[in-house]
């Protein structure tokens, strides 16, 4: 992958804490465990990562709004990252259907972050699709971080050891 911008390293940081969460909170979900309001909450930010995936896929797939989502560019790179989930994961959906597939994993997480139910089958496929997403995610941050230069000490001036 290429090299990340500050903005983009923040956003990939976070989407990685969302994904690794959102993961947890749909298991505790299917063993049918008490979530609280700042879980609902979290479970809303991993919805609008999916927004955001959605949208990244109107975009390529040339499509209108869709959804109540307009395609954008912003969502390309986490479309990116979905697109290798949905490869590791053995699916194979043809192009067209990416957004449909996107946009109805956003509606069952909006659904239960309001505290509305879903089909176990659909919490076990978004739990999965979270648990590589995270998974891909870290390992972007893993290899970026093995590809920073070595003289990248505080604001960028150049690190130097202590003579002991």
Same mark, same amino acid.
């Given at each position: 992958m290429a090299n990340f911008d500050f903005t983009e390293r923040m956003q990939t940081h976070y989407y990685g804490f969302v994904?690794?969460?959102?993961?947890? =909170? =749909?298991?505790?979900?299917?063993?049918?465990r008490v979530l609280h309001e700042k879980d609902y909450a979290m =479970?809303?930010?991993?919805?609008?990562?999916?927004s955001q995936i959605a949208s990244g896929s109107l975009l390529v797939e040339n499509k209108t709004e869709e959804g109540g989502l307009a395609?954008?560019?912003d969502g390309l790179t986490v479309f990116g990252r979905a697109l290798s989930v949905l490869s590791d994961l053995g699916n194979d959906l043809k192009e067209g259907a990416l957004s449909d597939l996107f946009i109805r994993y956003r509606d069952c997480l909006d659904n239960l972050a309001q505290k509305k139910t879903a089909a176990n089958a659909d919490i076990d496929t978004l739990q999965s699709f979270f648990s590589v997403l995270s998974d891909v995610i870290h390992n972007d941050i893993k290899s970026e971080r093995l590809n920073l230069p070595n003289n990248h000490g505080l604001f960028g001036m150049q690190s130097y050891q202590i003579a002991r």
């Open positions: 994904a690794t969460r959102v993961c947890t =909170l =749909l298991e505790r979900i299917n063993k049918k =479970l809303k930010d991993g919805a609008n990562i999916m395609p954008s560019i």
